[in-house]
């Protein structure tokens, strides 16, 4: 802004300089209005909406300066009028036009007048008011009953809101966000409305004017042919590990992991708290008389309702060392599962593809290397207690510490996917069964946070896989530096498309807001994708460390064919 400041002022003393010259003596523009915009800005404050824009009635030679009611937009604070008295200003004009007085300052607790000497050197007077208005946006934002697993489905353009079940609703309050300052009548969050038939709902904006009235109906709700629908991602809950009753600054939150109900938060050397998939609300804690700050140090779901937590076997020099893997069934007490001696040290990072109780893949990630041990599962039998050994391309792929893998399907035949960072080659891409590449992800191609994929800020360490309404799709976890988490989705359902255009929409499907985590010491970040029991929906959840946790939904209805 000082910059804008400096040139505005600049500007003036040029124009003043060349007011001996002649009209001729110029380069005129094409003549418009001569001011094209003004702008106020509230001294010392460096917020994104610290930007009051003036509207210019021309007819009438009036600009008003419109400031908000509240202050910042989205608060309850009102706002500062005491500091109308001294705004910085700033005009838009057209070449060879300039402002007297000089603008710099203005009292907008008064009426002002300026003086717009255009190219030919006609003047026009304008006065400059301020205004402060009240929200006139009157949008429903979110409509929710919570007894239904669907979050509403908001059309916009014809102002209906579609609340998904193939059952009758009946009588329900329902949790509704609408614009800021807005009120909605009747209130479906403190009356208790008939969802069996049809009613309306009219939004009246902040300003008491402005008005919107949506429809509201239950209908029952079709698949799309394949795959989620474009444009259905959204947040659904974001806490913080503190309001989650979990210490944020201690670097021991590492790993989460789902069942058809819950999602459960690992923190080492802790039982295992345990929440609402779909609110985020503590539920109940299991107790693990094994933990410790090695011991339960990271944990995985398999796509039924059963939980892998591995110790950290972090003995180096190639000496035997045992891996402990303990399971847990829906949320009952852990059982020793799996117990190793080997020589790899691993634990870090821990995947399942498959279920337990059929056909499954385990995977766990060897440090400093480009190796995952795996563990097979046929119709529910584990197949061995040792680990086989999956190496892949060491020249395409390989990570320090922090490195993942799941597979296509439930076990190598249909290729691996795997993920690494570190001074080894960092990569995102599909491999054969033999280790070889198939395709890579392009890593170079695609910026987050300002810098692509393969900076070194960018910390890509964790994926998931999901099969959902017939697609495949894989997400990963990228820490930045040590502040920021983000999910990144990908459809996957033809792997080798990991080798084409990165940014291709079908095939990059989605980037979630950034968590912040409280100096994230060992960069460590995790992610889950969930399918509905019914298969309508995907939940991506996202941890990081020291920060938070965030749930994303997903759909597959095919809303231009809603069953009425």
């Given amino acids: 802004m000082k910059n804008k400041i400096f040139l505005i002022i600049m500007a003036a003393f040029i124009f003043g300089i060349s007011a001996c010259q002649s009209p001729e003596d110029l380069a005129p523009s094409a003549s418009h209005n001569g001011i094209n915009s003004l702008k106020a800005f509230l001294l010392d404050d460096d917020s994104e909406n610290n930007n009051f824009v003036g509207e210019i009635d021309y007819a009438n030679r009036t600009i008003t300066i419109v400031c908000p009611y509240n202050y910042p937009k989205e608060s309850d604070n009102l706002f500062p009028t005491d500091k109308l008295v001294k705004m910085r200003m700033e005009a838009g004009l057209d070449n060879n036009v300039y402002v007297t007085p000089s603008l ?19 003047q026009v007077q304008y006065k400059v008011v301020c205004e402060i208005r009240k929200n006139n946006e009157c949008a429903i934002t979110q409509y929710n009953i919570p007894s239904l697993e669907f979050h509403g489905i908001i059309n916009e353009e014809n102002k209906s809101i579609s609340l998904i079940s193939t059952d009758p609703v009946g009588t329900s309050l329902a949790e509704v966000k609408v614009s800021h300052g807005a009120t909605i009548s009747p209130d479906p969050t403190t009356e208790t409305l008939n969802y069996d038939e049809p009613f309306n709902v009219t939004v009246t904006a902040q300003n008491g004017k402005d008005k919107a009235t949506y429809a509201v109906r239950v209908v029952e709700p ?3 042919p394949q795959g989620m629908r474009k444009g259905s991602g959204k947040l659904i809950w974001s806490k913080a590990l503190g309001d989650m009753g979990i210490n944020g600054t201690d670097n021991n939150t ?49 796509a039924n309702n059963n939980l892998l937590i591995t110790n950290l076997r972090n003995t180096g020099g190639g000496a035997q060392a045992v891996q402990t893997i303990y399971r847990i069934t ?21 995947s399942v593809c498959g279920s337990l109780d059929g056909d499954a893949i385990i995977l766990s990630s060897v440090e400093i290397s480009s190796k995952i041990l795996y563990w097979e599962v046929k119709n529910g039998v584990l197949q061995s207690q040792e680990p086989k050994l999956f190496t892949a391309d060491p020249t395409i792929i390989g990570w320090n510490y922090l490195g993942d893998a799941v597979t296509f399907g439930t076990d190598l035949s249909q290729g691996i996917f795997c993920v ?20 890579l992800y392009n890593l170079a191609n695609v910026t987050v946070e300002g810098a692509p994929l393969n900076d070194s800020g960018h910390i890509l360490q964790q994926l998931d896989i999901a099969e959902f309404n017939g697609a495949r799709y894989i997400a990963v976890a990228d820490q930045f530096w040590n502040y920021n988490t983000y999910g990144l989705l990908y459809d996957v359902t033809v792997p080798g498309n990991l080798a084409g255009d990165p940014k291709d929409p079908n095939l990059f499907i989605y980037q979630t807001n950034p968590i912040w985590n409280n100096s994230n010491a060992n960069n460590v970040a995790d992610i889950n994708l969930r399918v509905s029991t019914d298969g309508m929906k995907m939940t991506l959840y996202l941890l990081g460390t020291n920060g938070g946790v965030a749930a994303y939904e997903f759909d597959c209805i095919d809303v231009e064919h809603l069953v009425k």
């Fill in 420 to 439: 690494g960072y570190g001074s080894q080659p960092r990569a995102f891409g599909f491999f054969n069964p033999d280790g070889s590449k198939n395709a």
């Fill in 104 to 122: 710099l300052y203005m009292d907008l607790t008064k009426e002002n007048y300026i003086t717009v000497t255009l190219q030919n050197k006609e």
């Fill in 254 to 302: 590492v790993a989460i992991a789902s069942s058809s109900n819950y999602l459960f938060v690992n923190t080492r050397n802790s039982d295992l708290k345990y929440f609402n998939r779909n609110t985020g609300e503590y539920v109940g804690t299991i107790n693990l008389p094994f933990k410790s700050g090695l011991a339960n140090f990271c944990i995985a779901n398999d």
């Fill in 330 to 350: 829906g949320t009952g007490e852990p059982q020793k599962y799996i117990e190793t001696s080997h020589i790899y040290p691993t634990g870090r990072k821990l």
């Fill in 222 to 224: 079709n698949k799309l």
